[in-house]
């Protein structure tokens, strides 16, 4: 249990030697002068056991610390769960930001050792920073700091969590191009053993010439083609139609699983005419499993070809979003890095099946830049785009560069810059909203949807660029507006 040792005098200079020279130890008042230290002098002394609280979770604030020895722990309670947030070492000074912002506590701070602890209650905590200026400025510039690194280590949070939702994108966008090779390549390996077989079966059957020259011909037709025909549905499903009826009367077994790809390269009845001249018999269905063998082979490698080339475009696209910037002077492809961040996002299109429209400038220059963070500005508009609109609603991406004229008189030089638009077709923000939606933690989105940071860290990351982003919003059109200088001076 907590004990309380001394109560200090009401007056100042009743501070011993020691309690002052442990109170100079303490990192905050190291530029305070002694006198103002001793104003301090009026507060209980309580040492701590392990395991003791100091403050609990939702009491009401009423005290202001100053740890001498020992140490503590800020514990929070979540949907149930403790955990701890950080540790508080002898030293530090504690407890004012409740004071201040005549709030519960949000925290519990527990002994983790035995400690020793100066507490101030509120109305000694108001004296000392009415009457001792210096101790003031010390206890509001501590608390600056915290926030300073409470606001910073919520905004890594923030974005932690927009990289996890980001990786089960991401890890679903792989697992569709990976899934599909492995399917055309389980698929082209059943082929090459009916082609083996069926090719066995035809040495045995000692072809004349004009039988080879048949099928060289029939093989020809089919490599030529290195993709399948472009037909709408109603066009590819009465071709298919007919080269089945015709197959089946010709007693060509599966005939329906032989026709699309044979249809899929342009090949028609007419032109089997001379396989079904050339092949009597069993030979006839045996030749055309052959070359149905070798027309889906070619489009089984294609498809595998497209599957990896997708899994490339999408590690490019994450080294593109997660490299870009640095630190280092480079210059960016801000097409590239929309382009990247639209691959990251392509689930979330189309899930709500969103009508993508880009106009992106052509010979764009790029930006040359040493700040990183570009694709963070890309990621938060969009998502809050995708979010906005309606099930099939639209949005809109549009880069163009723009000059401001120089002027003489004023040594001023023409200024080039990039300039992007995200514009998306939802209900608009509220024109009460508007004035307030770059403010750290105010949303418009439903609890638990937006811890309202985004547009914050667009804007501040656009300024560290030395641009600026606007907005305009109505009902059914809403647009933000990122305006990038080309070159820093």
Known sequence: MSEQ?????????????????????????????????????????LRLVEGDFLARQGEVAHSFWILLSGEM?????????????????????????????????????????????????????????????????????????????????????????SLGALAAGLMHELNNPGAAAVRAAAQLRQNLLRMHKLTAKFSKANLNEEQKQCMFQLQEHALEKERPLRMNSLEQSDAEEALATWMENANVEDAWKLAPALVAIGITADELECARAEFPGPYFPDALNWLEALVSSMQLVSTIEESIGRVSDLVKAVKTYAYEGKGQ?????????????????????????????????????PLQCECSGLNQIWTNLLDNAIDAVPQGGHIRIHTWEEE???????????????????????????????????????TTKAVGVGTGLGLGIVQRITEQYGGQVTFASEPGNTEFRVRLPRDRD
């Open 329 to 365: 002077k480079q210059a960016v492809d801000v097409n590239e890095s929309l382009y990247a961040t639209l691959v990251i996002l392509a689930h979330k299109f189309r899930q709500k099946e969103i009508v993508l429209e880009k106009d992106l400038a052509a010979n764009l220059p």
């Open 73 to 161: 722990r800020i514990r929070s309670l979540q949907d149930g769960q403790g955990f701890t947030m950080a540790q508080l070492p002898a030293g530090t000074a504690f407890g004012e930001v409740p004071l201040l912002s005549n709030t519960p506590y949000t925290i519990s701070v527990q002994a983790t050792q035995p400690s020793e602890v100066l507490e101030f209650d509120e109305q000694q905590f108001w004296n000392i920073m009415t009457a001792c200026p210096n101790v003031r400025k010390a206890i509001l510039g501590n608390m600056a700091y915290r926030f300073q690194k409470f606001q910073s280590a919520v905004v890594q949070q923030e974005k932690m969590a």
């Open 5 to 45: 040792v001394q109560t200090a005098g009401s007056k100042p200079q009743s501070m011993s030697d020691d309690l002052l020279a442990r109170l100079r130890a303490v990192a905050i008042l190291a530029a305070v002068p002694d006198q103002e230290i001793r104003c301090l002098g009026d507060a209980r002394q």
């Open 404 to 442: 401001t004229p120089g002027d003489a008189r004023a040594a001023r030089k023409p200024r080039h810059y990039l300039c992007i638009a995200i514009a998306d077709d939802g209900p608009g923000i509220p024109l009460e909203s508007q004035p307030r939606i770059f403010d750290p933690f105010y």
